[in-house]
Nanobody, 124 residues
Framework: QVQLVESGGGLVQPGGSLRVSCAAS????????MGWFRQAPGKEREFVCA????????LYADSVKGRFTISRDNAKNTVYLQMNSLKPEDTAVYYC?????????????????WGQGTQVTVSS
């Protein structure tokens, strides 16, 4: 059974930092590009960032560029999202996803496996 399990969400003040993790089972991770998406209340789920398998190349949405960093530890089958300078508009449920492609896509439809999501709330 393929599983992606996110952790590390929580409440943080504006300007603060948070790191969320996504642990993947077995073949889900090997050879897979990984992505992070988020869904704010009343809004559509949107692309945040993604990382390739192999060369580790990354893509970021303009709204998070320079503040968020995606990384992966292939030995631990884990992908991370480091979020700095958080803003209230970053409040959302964050989902990790795995694609059968080695090159990270931005379209949700190109991701095959999804985690259950972790809540990130930015508020004072």
């Amino acid at each position: 059974q393929v599983q992606l399990v996110e952790s590390g969400g929580g409440l943080v003040q504006p300007g603060g930092s948070l790191r969320v993790s996504c642990a993947a089972s077995g073949r889900t991770f090997s050879g897979s590009a990984m992505g992070w998406f988020r869904q704010a209340p009343g809004k559509e789920r949107e692309f945040v960032c993604a990382i390739n398998w192999g060369d580790g190349g990354t893509l970021y949405a303009d709204s998070v560029k320079g503040r968020f960093t995606i990384s992966r530890d292939n030995a631990k089958n884990t992908v991370y999202l480091q979020m700095n300078s958080l803003k209230p508009e970053d409040t959302a449920v964050y989902y990790c996803a795995a694609s059968r492609s080695k090159v990270a896509p931005t379209l949700q439809s190109l991701y095959d496996y999804w985690g259950q999501g972790t809540q990130v709330t930015v508020s004072s």
